[in-house]
């Protein structure tokens, strides 16, 4: 079962926590999110192996600017370090949350991104982590990889858009 998050789901919804090395939206992250409006419930999934009244197995947290009607990034997504196939889980919770922001008006589907410590990047635990986000985030249509390094910070991003560096051709111009 897949479903957005209601205020008395705070508790099952922050149950979850990161068991891997990529960055991750933790509970003041989240409360901080809530109060600005950069997070919201309606932005918020959980997934549930039978129902809502058992401990979520996966979560997770969209964000989009103060004021966006839709989201623009999925900024965490977790699935319980006790489930086989995490990409499996993953790939459907995004795909259920997509459909609901397309429902809703999206446009265009949120990227799922993924940050990882630059200085670790290449660890084997590291990739473990991206690999799997990979896999889901193929298997719900965003097969574009962007990778951006900073000094502290490697920001992996996938989408469902290919990027291009393609300049507009101006009026009266020649290339």
């Known amino acids: ?25 933790d509970p003041m992250r989240f409360g901080r ?24 197995v996966a979560r997770g947290v969209w964000w ?13 997504l977790l699935v319980h370090a006790s489930i086989p196939h995490p990409e499996v889980w993953g790939a459907a919770l995004v795909r259920s949350a997509h459909r609901a922001f397309a429902d809703a008006g999206a446009l265009l589907a949120p990227d799922v991104v993924v940050e990882v410590s630059t200085a670790r990047r290449h660890e084997p635990d590291v990739e473990r982590a991206l690999d799997w986000r990979r896999l889901s985030a193929a298997a719900a249509g965003m ?16 989408t469902a858009r290919p990027l291009t560096a393609a300049r507009p051709q101006l009026a009266g111009s020649r290339r």
């Open 1 to 25: 079962m897949f479903t957005s998050s209601l205020r008395a789901s705070d508790a099952q919804l922050l149950h979850l926590n990161n068991h891997d090395p990529s960055h991750w939206v």
């Open 33 to 56: 999110g809530l109060a600005t409006g950069t997070y919201r419930r309606e932005w918020t999934w959980l997934a549930f192996v039978d129902d809502a009244a058992t401990l979520p």
């Open 64 to 76: 989009g600017p103060v004021g966006s009607v839709h989201p623009v990034e999925l900024h965490c």
């Open 143 to 158: 097969p574009v990889v962007t990778e951006t390094a900073g000094d502290e910070v490697t920001r992996v991003s996938f």
